[in-house]
């Protein structure tokens, strides 16, 4: 699929492109996306450009669909949103938001647009969103976006090289 552009009231969501390299560098060196999202740690420039490829790659193969999010007035990045096909019919949500633009309620704004576009153009009727046990900030972001907090998963899978506790939710196309 190609790649589309959505917009919010604060925010354009579009694909990250090498221009956005320095910026990812330097977002994704944070050690709170380090320790929560699996990235490489130390992040490198070349980590950045590998990051620019899949994010391209993945709309291509239509396994994962991925933007960045920018401030629609001076264009910077404010983070990233991505679902991710798991199996017919679900996707997996991630985020992240760079440190100098959080707690504005940007998140949850681009988040919900990118699962509102995956309900109306993908063939889905959930959406999933896994946090390590202790991630009370994405939490609180999948449940401002209505998620339900399903459970808790025991040492489901390794996080900074320990198996960890997740916490798993659901946002389903219509009510149960
Ligand atoms: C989690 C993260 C994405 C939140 O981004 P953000 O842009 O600050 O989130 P928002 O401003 O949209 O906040 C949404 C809600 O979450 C709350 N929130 C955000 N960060 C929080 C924190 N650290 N602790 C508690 N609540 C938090 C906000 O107060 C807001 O609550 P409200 O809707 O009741 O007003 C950001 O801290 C981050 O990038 N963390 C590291 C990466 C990460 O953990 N990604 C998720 C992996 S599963």
Known sequence: MEPVEL???????RLVTAADEAALA??????LIARYV?????????????????????????V??????????SGLLAGTCVLKCVERGVVDLGYWAAPAHRRRGLT??????????????????RIEWWAV??????????ESMGFQVEGLLRRRAYQAGEPADWW????????A
Do not use: K, M
């Open 38 to 62: 699996p990235v490489p740690s130390p992040y490198t420039s070349q980590d950045a450009q590998r990051f620019v490829a899949a994010s391209a790659a993945g709309w291509a193969d239509d």
């Open 133 to 142: 046990v202790g991630n009370t900030g994405s939490r609180a972001v999948a």
């Open 7 to 13: 917009r919010t009231e604060r925010l354009l969501l």
């Open 168 to 175: 798993v939710g659901g946002l389903l196309s219509r009510p």
């Open 26 to 31: 330097q977002a994704c060196s944070d050690p």
């Open 64 to 73: 994962q669909y991925g933007l960045g999010f920018y401030l629609a007035d």
């Open 108 to 125: 949850v704004e681009a988040a919900r647009r990118l699962c509102q576009w995956g309900f109306d153009e993908l063939d889905i009727h």
